[in-house]
């Protein structure tokens, strides 16, 4: 009810560069200042610094899927039209310069690694919505879901760069250069997996195998994976590992190759093992509980439900206790969650992707397990 009163709009962790500011950041440095100043703020800067609330495209992707979950637990008619009301207006806003479909923010990014403009796309991103138009493909069968999910998977062929690296390849985190994150390069692998499901096309699953393979071995012994190989990138966190877990049962379950079992089990021990209190807090790092972020708890409950449901029922459990916990520390009474909790200070500021979206999405999971045990 929040995000349809403020009609799919709020902000966003980085869009700080859309201030009036922004001509102001002569370099990667400024732009740095600028941007997590406005992010790490407790207080929100934006409307003074002239950024508005607006829209975003990761968001209306999980929106969807979550509309999508909503149709398929009720029944209800509305949901699906909710669904394809987001659906239509990603196919309205994809960026044109490329190949096939493909998606970005919509502010100017300066991350540690490498700066992308307002529009360029993302495989993060990109895939997933690629989520969203199989989803909805799988649940409704309307062919156009599913062409719009291949033409996903051609930005990712087509337009991302590929290397060889230990015995598998990685898949460039944005389209002009190589950046290799891997859970970047797994959201694309179950983006080409979850197609290949549909599609019996041998190229997409030989590169998500490919892909996949890489990271699988780059796990570290405690079950951990680095966010990055690079130097700069060794940090574990609570929703990157969420997400390459996540899409290595995707990889599995849509292709048979079930070779990497025991590297899920292993990475899933260490998920419930690492990132949570008794309470069901959700910690950011394995070693450190502060910052508490709304991204942190989505994704959580997210992994968690998939958990429950494919790995180990007794993850519904503590995924019952971060959505408890979540609702009591981080959901204002006007419905919207807070973006982050630190020791003294809570950040209230609405972000629409990065928490009104994803927690949307993410009760939405946690429904799917409690229908299941009904």
């Known amino acids: 009810e929040w995000v349809r009163a403020a009609d799919y709009q709020a902000y966003d962790p980085f869009d700080g560069l859309n201030s009036w500011a922004r001509p102001l950041t002569f370099n990667r440095l400024g732009r740095q200042l600028l941007q997590q100043g406005v992010k790490r703020s407790p207080v929100n800067l934006r409307p003074a610094l002239g950024v508005r609330p607006d829209s975003s495209s990761k968001a209306m992707g999980y929106f969807a899927r979550g509309y999508l979950k909503l149709h398929a637990l009720t029944g209800e008619a509305d949901w699906a039209a909710k669904a394809r009301y987001c659906l239509d207006w990603l196919r309205a806003h994809p960026n044109p310069d490329y190949a096939g479909l493909s998606w970005g923010n919509h502010f100017d990014y ?33 062919d156009r879901d599913l062409e719009a999910a291949k033409d996903v998977c051609s930005f990712i062929l087509r337009e991302l760069e590929r290397r060889p690296e230990d015995g598998g390849i990685c898949i460039s985190y944005v389209p002009g250069s190589y950046h290799a994150v891997h859970n970047a390069s797994m959201l694309a692998a179950a983006a080409l997996a979850r197609t290949y499901a549909h599609t019996q096309q041998d190229e997409l699953r030989q590169i998500a195998s490919d892909a996949v393979a890489y990271t699988v071995r780059a796990q570290r012994e405690d079950g951990s994976w680095w966010y990055g190989e690079a130097e700069n990138l060794r940090w574990v966190d609570n929703f990157h590992t969420g997400y390459v877990l996540d899409c290595l049962w995707w990889y599995m379950t849509s292709t048979g190759d079930w070779q990497w ?7 899933s021990r260490f998920f419930v093992d690492s990132f949570f209190l008794a309470d069901g807090t959700p910690k950011y790092y394995p070693h450190q509980t502060y910052p508490i972020d709304i991204q942190c708890a989505a994704q959580a409950i997210e992994t968690l439900s998939l958990l429950a449901r494919q790995w180990d029922p007794t993850c519904r459990d503590l995924a019952d206790r971060v959505a408890a916990w979540t609702v009591a520390n981080m959901q204002d009474t006007d419905g919207h969650f807070y973006f982050q909790r630190g020791r003294g200070w809570v950040n209230k500021t609405p972000m629409l992707h990065w928490g009104q979206a994803t927690m949307f999405h993410a009760f939405d999971c946690l429904l799917e397990v409690v229908s299941d045990e009904n």
Not at 114 to 120: I, M, Q, S
Request: net charge negative; proline share 5%.
């Open 261 to 267: 079992q025991p590297a899920f089990d292993l990475g």
């Open 110 to 142: 300066q991350s540690r690694v490498f700066y992308l403009a307002k529009g360029e796309p993302t495989v993060v991103w990109t895939a997933h919505i690629g989520f969203a138009f199989l989803d909805a493909w799988e649940q409704m069968g309307e």
